[in-house]
């Protein structure tokens, strides 16, 4: 396995305070949450919004801590992406919370791209540029960020920040819980000046002009 940060991966450790996490880990364990639902590509560039038996995880809906949500993306696509990467973001997507329980695991997947077989290439079919994954908790086993075109693993703790392009270079897995659940607050962005899929934002976006 690769022990280098490959390039374009970023990881910050104690991205929020403690005070923080306490406030995003009551929240998380006091909601009940519902199954989870991806957009699965129908193998054509279409997608569907689907259960997907590669993907075993609780949605919560951030609505109810939504200023210290908000507050902790406006940082990280405000702040952290255009520092790091040279890019301005222009929206972000409304962030949730994904509780993975024993078991729990995301099959690998591209954020933005999906592979076609006839081509040999990933083609993009959401707007997404950057992913960021934020763990909030240490009460688990199991549960690492695996990237296999990278052969690079994430061992996630409490307070760390991973952000990385949303292409498909950059697919990933959510490896399986073993014990307790694990958290994390995600959201994706699609940043000024690249191509774009779909003329307008799908769902629920925050622009960050407005912010």
Known sequence: MNSMTP???L????FIDDNTMGKLRGFADAEIGKIAKVEVDQGDGRLAVLRHDG???DRI??????????GICDEIFGRVIPEHYGAEI?????PHILRYRKGGNYKPHSD???????KKDWIRNVDR???????????????SLYFPRLDYRVHPAAGMLVCFPSGGLYEHTAEPVITGNRYALVTWAAAHGTPRVFDTPRGEVIFMENR
């Open 7 to 9: 390039d374009k991966v």
């Open 11 to 14: 990881i910050i450790e104690h």
């Open 55 to 57: 993907f075993s995880s």
């Open 61 to 70: 809906d951030a609505n109810k801590i939504e200023e210290t949500a908000l």
């Open 90 to 94: 222009d929206y972000y997507e409304y």
């Open 112 to 118: 933005a791209d999906y592979w076609d077989e006839d």
């Open 129 to 143: 540029d950057y992913s960021a994954i934020l763990y909030f908790n240490n009460e688990f086993e199991g549960g």
